[in-house]
T-cell receptor, first 114, second 115 residues
Framework: RKEVEQDPGPFNVPEGATVAFNCTYS??????FFWYRQDCRKEPKLLMS?????NEDGRFTAQLNRASQYISLLIRDSKLSDSATYLC???????????????WGLGTSLAVNP | DAGITQSPRHKVTETGTPVTLRCHQT?????MYWYRQDPGHGLRLIHY???????DKGEVSDGYSVSRSKTEDFLLTLESATSSQTSVYFC??????????????FGEGSWLTVV
């Protein structure tokens, strides 16, 4: 079993749709969680951190379920500009500030269509 | 913007030649990383640095060496390039930001083709 698993998609949705991605992780000692967004031939960029209580940033909502070991990302009112690959990232921890134990998913591809 | 500059951005080289990729940061970050990204494998850590002259291996360090002689520069060297090292290479730094916590931010990437 991969340490971090994502449905690769692609998810094809119309503008305005709501879409949700899940990501499962295998290590119960995982300490922090993130969603990154990556556009074609660009670097990954932090979309949002995922907190235990769930968190929202505009149209984006992230949830963490430690018992079932998954995180989710919900995108409401999808825009054409949301088309990208969304990477799930789990941090197994380590010394403060040193992110050498990040485990990356392969990403979920989203295409938002007019 | 993480203040990271990678060079060169694109390079084609021949098998067996040495190649050095440079990562330059302007914000005095302590931790720096080199990743490669390949289809089917995702992002994999090659080497990282936790200070000047302090480096350690990551998941896929074979065939690569690094150096950090000053805080702002982290160099990745392919001693003798092979076709399997054709990839996109990302440099990254660690940073704590409000509302995001401690995570990493990437440079724009260096596309390397070994022929």
């Amino acid at each position: 079993r991969k340490e971090v698993e994502q449905d690769p998609g692609p998810f094809n949705v119309p503008e305005g749709a709501t879409v949700a991605f899940n990501c499962t992780y295998s290590n119960s000692a995982s300490q922090s969680f993130f969603w990154y967004r990556q556009d074609c031939r660009k670097e990954p960029k932090l979309l949002m951190s995922v907190y235990s209580s769930g968190n929202e940033d505009g149209r984006f909502t992230a949830q963490l379920n430690r018992a079932s070991q998954y995180i989710s990302l919900l995108i409401r009112d999808s825009k054409l500009s949301d088309s990208a690959t969304y990477l799930c990232v789990v941090n197994l921890g380590g010394n403060a500030g040193n992110n050498r134990k990040l485990i990356w998913g392969l990403g979920t591809s989203l295409a938002v269509n007019p | 913007d993480a203040g990271i500059t990678q060079s060169p951005r694109h390079k084609v080289t021949e098998t067996g030649t040495p190649v050095t990729l440079r990562c330059h940061q302007t914000e005095n970050h302590r931790y720096m990383y080199w990743y490669r990204q390949d289809p089917g494998h995702g992002l994999r850590l090659i080497h990282y640095s936790y200070g000047v002259k302090d480096t350690d291996k990551g998941e896929v360090s074979d065939g690569y060496s690094v150096s950090r002689s000053k805080t702002e520069d982290f160099l990745l060297t392919l001693e003798s390039a092979t076709s399997s090292q054709t990839s996109v290479y990302f440099c990254a730094i660690s940073e704590w930001r409000p509302n995001s916590g401690n995570t990493i931010y990437f440079g724009e990437g260096s596309w390397l083709t070994v022929v």
